[in-house]
C-alpha cells in the first residue's frame, strides 16, 4: 500500500508541471517581443540560479556532481527539445508545427511499454488518443491543417521536438537513481547554450517594461522553472502513462486561461477539445482515480467494522 501511495503522490507532483505548463501561453503573451531563444535563456538562467541558491542553502550542491552522461542526457533533453521546438515555429506554419509537436505526450505513453515494471493497456492508449484528438481540435480551431509546401525543414524539426521530449521523459525512468536536484544544472547549461543561439540567430529585444519583466520572471518560476522539476519526479516515481495522457490538458488550460484575460474567445472547438481531453484523460487514469476511492471505501468499512467490534465488547 505505501508502496502504492508513494506512485500515486509523485504522479500528483507530475501533473503540477501540466498546470504549471497550461501558463506557458499567458506568461508569453506578457514578455512582450523577446525572441525565443532570449527568452528561454533568461527563464532557463534564473530557475537555474534559484535552483542553485536553494541547494547551497541546504547544503546539497554535491548532488550536481553527476556523470557526463547524465549531464549530455539532460542538457540533451531540455535544450534539444527547445531548439527544434524554436525552429519549426520559424520554419512552418505555427498551427502546424505546434499540432506536430503535441504528439509527445502519445509517444511518451507508447515508449512507456518498454520500461521495466511498466504495462501499456488499451485503456491508456485510447485516452491518449481521445485526448490527441482534443488537441487537434483545440490548436486547429477546428478548421483542419494547410501542411504548406517548402515547410519540410519546419515540420521535421516539430518530430523531432517530439522525439525528443517523449524520448526524455521516458528515459529519466531509466535514470531513477539521478537526484532531481541535478536539472538545475541542466537548466544552467540550456541557458548557456540559449544565450549562444541567440547571439548567432537572433535580434536582442529586452523587455520594455515592469510586467513584461514580471512575465518573464513568472515563466522562469513556474513553467520554464519549478515544472522541469516535479515532472522529473512524476515520470521517474509516478504513473507515466497517466502522466502522457494529462499532458494534453496543458493547451486546454493554456487556452481557456488566454480567453479568461481576454487574448482568445471560447468557441464550439474549444468546448468540445474541453470534453475530449477531460474524457480521455480520465479514462487514462481510471486505474489510479478507482483504485485509490476504492481504498478510500475499504478504509471506510474497515473503520466501521472495529467500531462495531468496540461497541460490541461493552456489552
Known amino acids: 500500500m505505501n508502496k502504492e501511495m508513494s506512485r500515486s503522490k509523485a504522479t500528483l507532483i507530475g501533473l503540477s508541471a501540466v498546470l504549471m505548463w497550461a501558463t506557458l501561453g499567458l506568461f508569453s503573451a506578457g514578455s ?10 533568461l527563464c532557463f538562467g534564473l530557475s537555474g540560479v534559484l535552483a542553485l541558491v536553494w541547494l547551497s542553502f541546504r547544503g546539497r550542491l554535491g548532488l550536481l556532481k553527476q556523470p557526463l552522461k547524465v549531464w549530455a542526457f539532460g542538457t540533451i533533453g531540455l535544450f534539444g527539445f527547445h531548439f527544434f521546438y524554436f525552429t519549426a515555429i520559424r520554419n512552418a506554419p505555427p498551427v502546424d508545427a505546434n499540432l506536430i509537436n503535441y504528439t509527445w505526450p502519445l509517444l511518451v505513453v507508447v515508449f512507456s511499454a518498454f520500461l521495466p ?32 509546401d517548402g515547410s519540410m525543414l519546419g515540420y521535421g524539426a516539430a518530430v523531432v521536438s517530439s522525439l525528443f521530449w517523449s524520448s526524455y521523459s521516458v528515459l529519466s525512468r531509466r535514470l531513477g537513481n539521478v537526484p532531481t536536484e541535478a536539472v538545475a544544472g541542466f537548466c544552467i547549461v540550456t541557458a548557456l547554450l540559449s544565450v ?11 523587455p520594455s517594461q515592469a510586467s513584461e519583466w514580471l512575465s518573464v520572471a513568472a515563466l522562469g518560476f513556474f513553467p520554464v522553472g519549478l515544472a522541469f522539476f516535479t515532472w522529473d519526479i512524476g515520470v521517474k516515481r509516478g504513473d507515466i502513462q497517466v502522466l502522457g495522457a494529462a499532458a494534453y490538458s496543458a493547451p486546454l488550460l493554456s487556452t481557456l486561461l488566454l480567453i479568461a484575460f481576454g487574448f482568445g474567445a471560447f468557441t464550439l472547438s474549444v468546448s468540445l477539445a474541453c470534453i475530449a481531453i477531460t474524457v480521455g484523460a480520465v479514462i487514462a487514469a481510471k486505474e489510479m482515480i478507482f483504485r485509490r476511492s476504492s481504498a478510500q471505501g475499504d478504509s471506510t468499512s474497515e473503520l466501521c467494522e472495529r467500531r462495531v467490534e468496540k461497541q460490541g465488547s461493552y456489552l
Do not use: D, M, Q, Y
Not at 515494471?117 to 491543417?145: K, Y
Not at 549562444?196 to 529586452?206: A, P, R, S, V
Open 196 to 206: 549562444l543561439c541567440h547571439l548567432l540567430l537572433e535580434k536582442t529585444i529586452w
Open 32 to 41: 512582450g517581443a523577446v525572441p525565443p531563444f532570449l527568452l528561454n535563456a
Open 117 to 148: 515494471g511498466e504495462r501499456l493497456r488499451l485503456h491508456h492508449v485510447v485516452g491518449t488518443i481521445i485526448g490527441l484528438i482534443g488537441a487537434v481540435l483545440l490548436i486547429s480551431g477546428g478548421e483542419g491543417l494547410s501542411f504548406e
